[in-house]
């Protein structure tokens, strides 16, 4: 699978559902714990 996202295959950025800053760390927690989004990445 990683090669697929190498030659451009896949798009990575379409399973990220929410980015948010560190600061509202809390809100993605809640937001994953409950099942919301796809993938949430923590941006520093």
Same mark, same amino acid.
């Given at each position: 699978?990683?090669?697929?996202? $190498? *030659?451009?295959?896949?798009?990575?950025?379409? &399973?990220?559902?929410?980015?948010?800053?560190? $600061? *509202?760390?809390?809100?993605?927690?809640?937001? &994953?714990?409950?099942?919301?989004?796809?993938?949430?990445?923590?941006?520093?």
């Amino acid at each position: 699978m990683p090669q697929l996202f $190498a *030659d451009g295959v896949i798009d990575p950025a379409v &399973f990220i559902s929410d980015r948010l800053p560190l $600061a *509202d760390y809390s809100v993605a927690a809640e937001r &994953f714990a409950a099942g919301i989004g796809r993938k949430i990445q923590i941006v520093p």
